[in-house]
C-alpha cells in the first residue's frame, strides 16, 4: 500500500519552533526523493526543502534557509522538518511528497513528485 502522511502540525506563536513528520510506505521510501510543500490560503503551492533518496543532499526555499532543516530517517521511513524562529507568514498547510526528480535543483519542482500527502496545517500567530 503507498501512502504518505504527515503529523506535528499546530498553532505557535512568532519565534516558536514546531517539528513536522511525514511516515511514507517503505516501497516509496526506497526508491524517492521526498520533499515539503506548502499551500497558504489564496496562494499557490511552493518548495519548502526536498532530501535526495540517499539523504546526501538538501534544498532549501530562500524564505526558509537557516530556519528550517530537513532530514530523514531510513530506519522509520520519515522525513522531518524541524522550523525554528517561525513567522506568521509560515502559516500554511504543509504536505510532504516523494518522487524522482533528476537533479537536486529539480528537488523543487512540483512537477518531479507524483505522490502526495493529506497536509497538516501550521499556524503561526503574531
Known amino acids: 500500500q503507498v501512502y504518505l502522511v504527515e503529523s506535528g502540525g499546530g498553532l505557535v506563536q512568532a519565534g516558536g519552533s514546531l517539528r513536522l513528520s511525514c511516515a511514507a510506505s517503505?516501497?516509496?521510501?526506497?526508491?524517492?526523493?521526498m520533499a515539503w510543500f506548502r499551500q497558504a490560503p489564496g496562494k499557490e503551492r511552493e518548495f519548502v526543502a526536498g532530501?535526495?533518496?540517499?539523504?546526501?543532499?538538501?534544498s532549501y526555499a530562500d524564505s526558509v534557509k537557516g530556519r528550517f532543516t530537513i532530514s530523514r530517517d531510513k530506519g522509520k521511513n520519515t522525513i522531518d522538518l524541524e522550523m525554528n524562529s517561525l513567522k506568521p507568514e509560515d502559516t500554511a498547510v504543509y504536505s510532504c511528497?516523494?518522487?524522482?526528480?533528476?537533479?537536486?535543483?529539480?528537488?523543487?519542482?512540483?512537477?518531479?513528485?507524483?505522490?502526495w500527502g493529506q497536509g497538516t496545517q501550521v499556524t503561526v500567530s503574531s
Open positions: 532530501i535526495t533518496r540517499g539523504g546526501g543532499s538538501t
Open positions: 511528497a516523494a518522487g524522482t526528480p533528476s537533479s537536486v535543483p529539480t528537488l523543487a519542482r512540483v512537477q518531479s513528485y507524483d505522490n
Open positions: 517503505g516501497r516509496i521510501f526506497s526508491v524517492s526523493a
